[in-house]
């Protein structure tokens, strides 16, 4: 069973930058796509930024300018760099990768999470 694991998380002010990473503790074939996730407490899992196998990215629109999606193909790695942080960037911090299975189908990880809190 592959895990994967964040890291990078913590506390930092306004205006301050982290980078975020999550590694899988194997490999792990047929990739579609790693992404980032946040949920603030008492909110919905939203979407932060995605990577696709062929380098597409995308982000939300809370985020754009600010936070960069980057992957590590060889390590099976994904990075979120984080700028100019705000409050509201505030969350619980999930890599997830989707895959294809096997069979065909579509299968994806999550990691436990990363807590970020921006404040002063």
């Known amino acids: 069973q592959v895990q994967l694991v964040e890291s990078g998380g913590g506390l930092v002010q306004p205006g301050g930058s982290l980078r975020l990473a999550c590694a899988a503790s194997?490999?792990?074939?047929?990739?579609?796509?790693m992404g980032w996730y946040r949920q603030a407490p008492g909110k919905q899992r939203d979407l932060v930024a995605l990577?696709?196998?062929?380098?597409?990215?995308n982000y939300a629109d809370s985020v754009k300018g600010r936070f960069t999606i980057s992957r590590d193909n060889a390590k099976n790695t994904v990075y979120l760099q984080m700028n100019s942080l705000k409050p509201e960037d505030t969350a619980a911090y999930y890599c997830?990768?989707?895959?294809?299975?096997?069979?065909?189908?579509?299968?994806?990880?999550w990691g436990k999470g990363t807590r970020v809190t921006v404040s002063s």
């Open positions: 990577i696709t196998s062929g380098g597409s990215t």
């Open positions: 194997g490999t792990v074939f047929g990739i579609n796509a």
């Open positions: 997830n990768i989707v895959f294809t299975t096997t069979a065909g189908g579509r299968g994806d990880y």
